[in-house]
């Protein structure tokens, strides 16, 4: 008997087909669902984001160890693995962040290692080369970076980590920082040669010198200036000799 068309068609093979049917698209579309997410084209990494103490990363060490990880799946990408590869093989990095932005783009935010001194150009300008503890470059920064500044007429050729090697610049650099520490009151360190000039807030100069004993000089200066009865009228202090020079 040939069913009519009203009637509900009663199959023991089709029963089975629904019953497994619905199971069968959802198995499908999970497993499509994984393809794209993990190894399809869509999702892997094509573009950085990179910032550096809120600046465009311009170190080349960093972005081409960023550009190693372009074509990665971006579900599977190791965000470990790359902070930890720029905090231990980039002493200037403090610490490292990496964020998602779906499909393709990695957000990294990276901060240096703190600066302790900065050189910046006599004259003028509004960049400052910043430098750590041990004297090392950690770049340049259009920010004042609010650590004890020594002007200079040029800035010397530089490379992120590398250590000044001018004498008379290292020796500027440790005379900012003591005086940060020992002798408030000064507004500008200069550096011209072997001299050393320091603008203090009294609107007076002192001279001391790279050549000799900084402590020596700064604790000269510090006894000149704690007597305003020797410091009234002038104007500058030469710290250099062995008998300070005042006029």
Same mark, same amino acid.
């Given at each position: 008997?040939?069913?009519?068309?009203?009637?509900?068609?009663?199959?023991?093979?089709?029963?089975?087909?629904?019953?497994?049917?619905?199971?069968?698209?959802?198995?499908?579309?999970?497993?499509?669902?994984?393809w794209?997410?993990?190894?399809?084209?869509?999702?892997?990494?094509?573009?950085?984001?990179?910032?550096?103490?809120?600046?465009?990363?311009?170190?080349?060490?960093?972005l081409?160890?960023?550009?190693?990880?372009?074509?990665?799946?971006?579900?599977?990408?190791?965000?470990?693995?790359?902070?930890?590869?720029?905090?231990?093989?980039?002493?200037?990095?403090?610490?490292?962040?990496?964020?998602?932005?779906?499909?393709?783009?990695?957000?990294?935010d +990276?901060?240096?290692?703190? =600066?302790? *001194?900065?050189?910046?150009? #006599? %004259? /003028?300008?509004?960049?400052? @080369?910043? !430098? &750590?503890?041990?004297?090392?470059v950690?770049?340049?920064?259009?920010?004042?970076?609010?650590?004890?500044?020594?002007?200079?007429?040029?800035?010397?050729?530089?490379?992120?980590?590398?250590?000044?090697?001018?004498?008379?610049?290292?020796?500027?650099?440790?005379?900012?920082?003591? +005086?940060?520490?020992?002798? =408030?009151? *000064?507004?500008?360190?200069? #550096? %011209? /040669?072997?001299?050393?000039? @320091?603008? !203090? &807030?009294?609107?007076?100069?002192?001279?001391?010198?790279?050549?000799?004993?900084?402590?020596?000089?700064?604790?000269?200066?510090?006894?000149?200036?704690?007597?305003?009865?020797?410091?009234?009228?002038?104007?500058?202090?030469?710290?250099?000799?062995?008998?300070?020079?005042?006029?």
């Amino acid at each position: 008997m040939i069913p009519s068309a009203n009637q509900p068609i009663k199959s023991k093979y089709l029963v089975i087909t629904l019953d497994y049917l619905l199971p069968l698209l959802v198995t499908l579309l999970v497993l499509f669902g994984t393809w794209l997410a993990l190894f399809s084209p869509l999702f892997q990494v094509t573009n950085f984001e990179c910032q550096q103490d809120f600046q465009p990363c311009d170190n080349p060490m960093i972005l081409a160890e960023l550009n190693k990880n372009l074509g990665e799946n971006i579900f599977r990408f190791k965000s470990a693995f790359l902070i930890h590869k720029l905090t231990s093989g980039d002493y200037t990095i403090r610490t490292a962040t990496v964020a998602r932005i779906l499909p393709n783009t990695l957000v990294v935010d +990276l901060q240096s290692v703190y =600066p302790t *001194v900065a050189l910046k150009l #006599l %004259s /003028g300008g509004d960049e400052w @080369l910043v !430098l &750590d503890t041990r004297f090392r470059v950690i770049g340049k920064r259009e920010l004042d970076p609010n650590v004890p500044t020594v002007l200079v007429d040029t800035l010397p050729a530089f490379r992120a980590g590398q250590k000044l090697e001018d004498p008379n610049l290292l020796s500027a650099c440790t005379l900012a920082r003591t +005086l940060s520490d020992q002798l =408030p009151g *000064v507004k500008t360190i200069e #550096l %011209s /040669g072997e001299t050393i000039k @320091l603008t !203090l &807030d009294s609107g007076k100069l002192a001279l001391l010198t790279t050549t000799k004993d900084q402590l020596a000089q700064i604790h000269v200066l510090q006894a000149i200036l704690s007597d305003s009865t020797i410091t009234s009228g002038v104007g500058t202090i030469d710290a250099r000799f062995a008998q300070p020079v005042l006029r």
